[in-house]
């Protein structure tokens, strides 16, 4: 059965501090997208990969970084974390492809930061 | 600039109702494609159909079926009988293409379906 799977569902953290989103899937997927989810906005793309090593801004990059050093990871790095990230992540990828390919996702990472 | 709206933020029916849900995108692109997602209350969002820009035939999946009208720029999804397990929040996409074979997909806001039994 193919898998995004996200290393935590439910977070909390607290102001200022650092926090790390794993991602891993296993259908050897060139793409990869990390989304946050809030009531009303939709998915907004914070930060995608095509490759490894390689990294583009979504349109909300701002106090968000990302990682991809093995293709089948991709992480989401909050360096200091504020209240207005609370919200729910969502991890995806999909296959590179001449016809776009749909997005696989994860179950999501709730976080709170207090 | 890419786009898609979904201007029904919530609709609620009573169970064996059918119900349409909207879906109006802007793109730039000549080639493009469309989607659906269903994310049930557990989270996860499950794919359901992917269109292509070239490809405008409606599309019927049991009781799911799809209207690609190109000259409107919608992409309208429809439930016959609804039933309480199609309670969901349903969200629409649109692809932009990038360099070759990478794509952002742009998603609507999102509609609150709640079938009532």
């Known amino acids: 059965d193919v898998k995004v799977t996200q290393s935590s569902r439910y977070l909390v953290k607290r102001t200022g501090e650092k926090v790390f989103l794993e991602c891993v899937q296993d259908?050897?997927?060139?793409?990869m997208f990390w989304y946050r989810q809030d009531p009303g906005l939709g998915l907004r793309l914070i930060y995608f990969s095509y490759d490894v090593k390689m990294k583009e801004k979504g349109d909300i990059p701002e106090g968000y970084s990302v990682s991809r050093e093995k293709k089948e990871r991709f992480s989401l790095i909050l360096e200091s974390a504020s209240t207005n990230q609370t919200s729910m992540y969502l991890c995806?990828?999909?296959?590179?492809?001449?016809?776009?390919?749909?997005?696989?996702f994860g179950e999501g990472s709730r976080l709170t930061v207090l | 600039a890419q786009k898609v709206t979904q201007a029904q933020t919530e609709i609620s029916v009573v169970e064996k109702e059918d119900v349409t849900l909207d879906c109006v995108y802007e793109?730039?692109?000549?080639?493009?494609?469309l989607f659906w997602y269903k994310q049930p209350p557990s989270g996860e969002l499950v794919f359901l159909i992917r269109r292509n820009s070239f490809d405008e035939q409606n599309e019927i999946s049991g009781r799911y079926s799809w209207n690609f009208q190109k000259s409107t720029s919608s992409f309208n999804f429809t439930i016959t009988a609804s039933q309480v397990v199609d309670s969901a929040v349903y969200f629409c996409?649109?692809?932009?293409?990038?360099?070759?074979?990478?794509?952002?997909?742009?998603f609507g806001t999102g509609t609150r379906l709640k079938v009532l039994a």
């Open positions: 995806a990828s999909s296959k590179a492809t001449v016809n776009t390919g749909e997005l696989f």
């Open positions: 996409a649109l692809s932009e293409g990038l360099i070759a074979g990478t794509y952002k997909y742009i």
């Open positions: 259908m050897d997927h060139e793409n």
């Open positions: 793109t730039r692109d000549t080639t493009y494609y």
